[in-house]
Nanobody, 127 residues
């Protein structure tokens, strides 16, 4: 089973930047689409960004478009979420997730399409 490990969360002031990382076994992201979701207490997981299998296509949730960028390393083992112009409403636990099926050409945005999740990393944006 694929294992995902996130890192890079922390405390930042509004307007600042953070970069999250998600590491998986070799070539995992060549076969599986990957997404970032976030969750605040009492709410469901919200789609933030995703990359298709291999990283050729991307998708972003409306609240983060123009501020967040998702990318993948050449070995297809690590994905990054560069978060700029952070706002207090971006405060959440951020999760990396891998698709349930392989070779999807567009990243799914529905949480139910993802089968493997990391442990999450806390992002806190102060005003």
């Amino acid at each position: 089973q694929v294992q995902l490990v996130e890192s890079g969360g922390g405390l930042v002031q509004a307007g600042g930047s953070l970069r999250l990382s998600c590491v998986a076994p070799v070539k995992t992201f060549m076969w599986y689409a990957v997404g970032w979701f976030r969750q605040t207490p009492g709410k469901g997981r919200e789609f933030v960004a995703g990359l298709s299998a291999g990283g050729g296509n991307s998708a972003y949730g409306d609240p983060v478009k123009g501020r967040f960028t998702m990318s993948m390393n050449n070995r297809k083992t690590t994905v990054y979420l560069q978060m700029n112009s952070l706002k207090p409403e971006d405060t959440a636990v951020y999760y990396c997730a891998a698709d349930k099926i392989t070779h999807r050409r567009a990243p799914p945005t529905n949480v139910d399409d993802y089968g493997t999740w990391g442990q999450g990393t806390q992002v806190t944006v102060s005003s």
